[in-house]
């Protein structure tokens, strides 16, 4: 989990550091900061090193100083896509960061860059030769991304507490936001607490003009369900093999990393599962599982958890 904030329009370093301060809890490894008072752009990034622990600092210029990110997540097809640029000609400074990708992914796709991606992300791309601001939340919008245009300044963070450091945003809570949260224990997108700030939604870019502040939304991705063509004679055993499959693939994925993994381990249905494929791709005895037990026996299942953990040697 990173941390990222910037702005576009009125301000100083100041209040970029004090917004990026907010965000410390997020990421407790790294900082980092660009501005250009000139072009009035801010660009703000608190990093939990988990790839390139040497090579990943943000935010990350190309070479030609052009094109600048900051990001949050992690792609997980990174190192197929660096082959594809590679081969395209594209020249990377760093051994495996997947920020990198999203820079040569950008430069040769432009906009089309998500649809590419298969990961978690929440990133701002700052496009100086187009005076361009690009940001993009992946499908599900499993990585924050808030913004907000007032008072002459475009912000933007992965938290609100972030955005609203800036003194140009306003934070005057949403009655309306507020009746959703009651009714559906969540304020869906592109609702937030406050009236004059959205939640960039799952499946969404944004590309901001950094000279007129002009912006506009565009969805890259939707969740349709589909009928099946045909339904096979076992269903149950054909289909349960295909999602046996694609949840390994899924767990097998979400292990790259320089620093060690764990599983949150409840004892359920969906972390049992997620412990048991993950420990055929991780050497036995070396992975962790951590579980929370409660007093109230109604609430408690780390019997269940221990079993497991017992079960696969975590």
Not at 100 to 114: A, N, S
Not at 115 to 126: C, H, P, Q, S, V
Not at 167 to 175: A, E, L, Q, V
């Amino acid at each position: 989990m990173c941390g990222i904030c910037g702005f576009v329009g009125k301000g100083n370093l100041e209040i970029l550091k004090k917004m990026n301060g907010v965000l410390a809890h997020r990421g407790p490894d790294d900082e980092g900061y660009w501005h250009h008072a000139d072009e009035g752009v801010y660009l703000a990034h608190k990093r939990l090193s988990i790839i390139d622990l040497e090579g990943g600092t943000q935010p990350m210029w190309t070479l030609d100083g052009s094109l600048g990110v900051v990001f949050n997540g992690e792609i997980y097809n990174h190192l197929v896509l660096r082959e594809e640029l590679s081969k395209r000609g594209h020249v990377f400074r760093t051994d495996h960061s997947d920020t990198e990708v999203l820079l040569h992914g950008y430069r040769q796709w432009g906009m089309d860059l998500p649809n590419r991606l298969d990961g978690m992300w929440a990133f701002a791309l700052y496009d100086r030769p187009r005076k361009k601001l690009f940001l993009s939340r992946d499908r599900f919008g499993k990585k924050p991304l808030f913004y907000s245009c007032q008072d002459g300044t475009f912000a933007f963070a992965s938290e609100l507490s972030a955005l609203i450091q800036h003194p140009s945003i306003d934070s005057k809570m949403s009655p309306m936001s507020l009746k959703k949260y009651f009714a559906y224990g969540y304020i869906p997108a592109p609702h937030s607490l406050y009236e004059r700030v959205c939640k960039l939604p799952g499946g969404s870019n944004l590309l901001l003009d950094a000279t007129t502040l002009g912006l506009t939304l565009q969805r890259y991705w939707d969740f349709v369900l589909e009928p099946f063509d045909q339904i096979p004679a076992r269903p149950e055993e054909e289909w349960g093999e295909q999602l046996r499959a694609l949840l390994e693939e899924a767990v097998r994925k979400r292990l790259m990393s320089d620093v060690p993994l764990g599983v949150f381990l409840s004892g359920g249905i969906d972390s049992s599962a997620i412990t048991a494929f993950a420990a055929r791709h991780v050497a036995r005895g070396r992975l962790n599982t951590f579980s929370i037990g409660f007093e109230e026996a109604s609430f408690d299942e780390s019997l269940y958890a221990r079993a497991v953990a017992e079960r696969f040697q975590t």
